[in-house]
């Protein structure tokens, strides 16, 4: 499928092909194709046409997930074996601290942690295919409120319905799917919401079989995702609306590095005492 694009006049997004929009009537002309436009799709297939932002979450995560690994290897883990205290220290939802210690902070670096290889990997996955499609379509900004916003969420609803701890980017990318659902619906391509309703159904029924799996960050993550999905994907009639998605994702990303620098101080006395 073609990625939609912007009405020039109300910002609307609108159907690749539509020679007026639907949202103010007005007459859309068609662009040349370029030569790296057309590259590009017939490689889409192969090669997701993933943004930059996308891949500074991928660079994140697999720095961290290095970090616990080697903390891990030196309290006589294997390679591959995360000890769940490096996951505590690094700063995993878990309810104890959170509510006890006021570290609010962990509902932040949760999503960013992973308990293993098979974990980082299937996520990263998701994470490049998702992620790259849901940034070309709500652009960064609105991407990063997405991803963000549903990871939080998602956690904080865990830490009120799970009494164990949990790590992981899922509940971001349940977000990521649930925007994915509310852009099917508000558009009425019933296609697209039906595609990633099937995938969220498939996470929800694996997180009942398996024992470690959060689902409720999932779901929390989904509704969050969804609910700001549904604001993000509307029609967008003046520049006002950019600029307060910009600062949105600006106080976000601001938050996160604020978070880090916590689990960073948590990590120097817990591997200090």
């Not at 910002?11 to 030569?35: G, H, K, Q, V, W």
């Not at 192969?46 to 290897?73: D, E, K, R, V, Y």
């Not at 509940?171 to 099937?198: D, N, W």
Request: with cysteine; proline share 4%.
């Amino acid at each position: 499928m073609a990625p939609n694009r912007m009405c020039p006049h109300c910002r609307a997004f609108i159907e690749p092909t539509a020679r007026s929009c639907p949202y103010c009537d007005n007459e859309i002309r068609m662009r040349p194709r370029e030569p790296e436009e057309a590259q590009g799709t017939a490689l889409s297939g192969l090669i997701p046409q993933t943004h930059f932002t996308i891949l500074i979450l991928l660079t994140i995560n697999f720095g961290i997930f290095i970090a616990t690994m080697a903390w891990s290897m030196k309290l006589g883990r294997g390679a591959f074996d995360i000890h769940s205290g490096v996951l505590s220290i690094f700063g995993w939802k878990e309810r104890l601290p959170i509510v006890i210690y006021d570290q609010w902070w962990r509902l932040v670096t949760a999503g960013f942690l992973h308990g293993g290889v098979f974990h980082i990997l299937m996520n990263s996955w998701v994470l490049f295919d998702l992620g790259a499609q849901v940034e070309r379509l709500f652009g960064t900004a609105r991407m990063l409120c997405l991803y963000l916003v549903s990871s939080i969420f998602g956690f904080w609803v865990s830490l009120y319905l799970t009494s164990g701890p949990s790590v992981g980017a899922s509940a971001a990318l349940s977000g990521l799917m649930g925007a994915m659902m509310a852009y099917g619906k508000r558009t009425r391509q019933s296609f697209i919401f039906s595609h990633y309703a099937v995938w969220m159904g498939m996470i929800v029924v694996i997180g009942l079989i398996v024992d470690f799996v959060d689902n409720w960050a999932h779901i929390g993550g989904l509704i969050a995702g969804f609910l700001l999905g549904w604001v993000a994907a509307s029609p967008r009639r003046s520049a006002d609306s950019e600029t307060l998605w910009k600062a949105a994702a600006t106080i976000l990303v601001v938050i996160t590095v604020a978070s880090m620098a916590m689990a960073y101080q948590n990590i120097r006395l817990g591997f200090t005492q």
